[in-house]
């Protein structure tokens, strides 16, 4: 019987999803930066406010091979917000009229589609403004899956126990992806704060010990990297000047 609740739990957490995101990675011309700044973040401001369909989420990419680029989410309350055709509307006229030409070669690359798995991130009631994001890309092994979400539900639990005061975001790959693909976006204020943060997550870890059991965390925490084909880390930040209104 405990086998079987267990088992549903863990179907339920995939099952629920929030919003849905859509990804895209940009490389600017040359010495045009501060022009697509200019131009996306006018278009960002007069298309993409809190009350349109979507909304846009910039981020200047700091680590790893694409690092100068920016990372651009359009991000809408399911995939049903990404039927119409982005070109079509006045915002997409003006982004190819004003902003593609700053791009290089109109190059807008590894488009993904991501969907927030509720079960499995966590956002405090009183959420700080960063704009640090430390991102964890892992692809997981589709024998283990249960392994690797049993220890993202169970961290999340632990982090709402601990008082957590950063944001955790997760979000599972829905088109687009390598394999079984899932971003775990960590919130920090800076790299000093993330390694403040760092440094208070002992908290954490002795709430999930409390909760299920004596060396739970440190178990759960080996069978996550057996779970695991690869990771990667990278840095973003957030340009608030080129994103729609924060919630």
């Given amino acids: 019987m405990k086998k079987i609740i267990t088992l549903l739990?863990?179907?339920?957490?995939?099952?629920?999803?929030?919003?849905?995101?859509?990804?895209?990675?940009?490389?600017?011309?040359?010495?045009?930066?501060?022009k697509f700044?200019?131009?996306?973040?006018?278009?960002?401001?007069?298309?993409?406010?809190?009350?349109?369909?979507t909304q846009f989420?910039?981020?200047?990419?700091?680590?790893?091979?694409?690092?100068?680029?920016?990372?651009?989410?359009?991000?809408?309350?399911?995939?049903?917000?990404?039927d119409t055709d982005p070109y079509s509307s006045s915002?997409?006229?003006?982004?190819?009229?004003?902003?593609?030409?700053?791009?290089?070669?109109?190059?807008?690359?590894?488009?993904?589609?991501?969907?927030?798995?509720e079960g499995a991130s966590w956002s405090p009631d009183s959420p700080t403004n960063d704009l640090m994001r430390r991102a964890i890309f892992y692809t997981y092994k589709e024998s283990h899956e249960q392994?690797?979400?049993?220890?993202?539900?169970?961290?999340?639990?632990?982090l709402k126990a601990a008082e957590w005061p950063q944001r955790v975001s997760t979000l599972n790959c829905a088109s687009g992806c390598d394999g079984n693909w899932v971003q775990v976006?960590?919130?920090?204020?800076?790299?000093?704060?993330?390694?403040?943060?760092?440094?208070?997550?002992?908290?954490?870890?002795?709430?999930?010990?409390?909760?299920?059991?004596?060396?739970?965390y440190e178990d759960d925490s080996q069978k996550l990297q057996m779970s695991v084909i690869e990771n990667r880390t990278r840095h973003h930040q957030r340009l608030p000047e080129l994103s729609s209104p924060w919630n």
Avoid: C
């Fill in 91 to 117: 915002g997409g006229k003006y982004w190819q009229k004003n902003v593609a030409p700053t791009i290089a070669n109109n190059n807008v690359t590894r488009t993904v589609t991501w969907q927030r798995a």
């Fill in 57 to 82: 989420y910039t981020w200047r990419i700091l680590t790893g091979p694409n690092a100068g680029k920016i990372w651009r989410v359009e991000v809408g309350e399911s995939l049903a917000s990404f």
């Fill in 9 to 34: 739990a863990f179907f339920f957490v995939l099952s629920t999803y929030g919003q849905t995101a859509m990804s895209r990675t940009i490389d600017v011309k040359e010495g045009q930066m501060d």
């Fill in 185 to 216: 976006r960590y919130h920090h204020k800076n790299f000093t704060g993330e390694a403040s943060d760092n440094s208070n997550f002992s908290q954490v870890v002795e709430k999930y010990n409390e909760m299920y059991g004596e060396d739970s």
């Fill in 37 to 53: 700044i200019q131009m996306a973040g006018k278009k960002t401001k007069m298309y993409n406010g809190s009350d349109a369909d």
């Fill in 147 to 158: 392994d690797f979400w049993r220890y993202r539900t169970r961290l999340v639990k632990a």
